[in-house]
């Protein structure tokens, strides 16, 4: 980690992208999200490494969550974390796939449905095997 930081103070290398996604690596993993925020917001980075730098913007934001509320966030948590915080366009192609809160519950709601009618239905397809 001191090596990256100790990297000269050229406009080259301080523009390079892979020096850049070291940092934030090395910030997120020191917890120092503020500097990682200030990278990934500050400077533009290729789309191939838009997912890796956007799975880090998010974990970023859900670590501080957590450690605020003091339990980890369930789907609806992420969900808002998401939403208060959006990914900088940066690190991304301004492509939005949004779910509502209402899209997202009716969600839920299907797949318990679901899961309890084929438990069901395993259940009574025991009880009605044919006799013989």
Known sequence: AKFIWAIPNREDFRRNESVLKAQ???????????????????????????AELQDLWL???????????????????????????????TIWDGEETSYCFRVLSNWF????????AAENKERYAYFTLPLK
Request: net charge positive; proline share 5%; charged share 40%.
């Open 24 to 50: 934030a690596f090395i910030c997120f993993h020191r917890q120092n999200f503020k500097e990682l925020y200030r990278i990934l917001e500050n400077n533009q980075f290729s789309p191939e490494n838009h």
């Open 109 to 116: 709601k299907n797949r318990r449905q679901r899961d309890r």
């Open 59 to 89: 974990k970023a934001h859900y670590t501080e969550a957590e450690k605020i509320r003091g339990r980890e966030l369930g789907a609806v948590g992420k969900y808002r974390i998401r939403r208060k915080f959006p990914l900088p366009r």
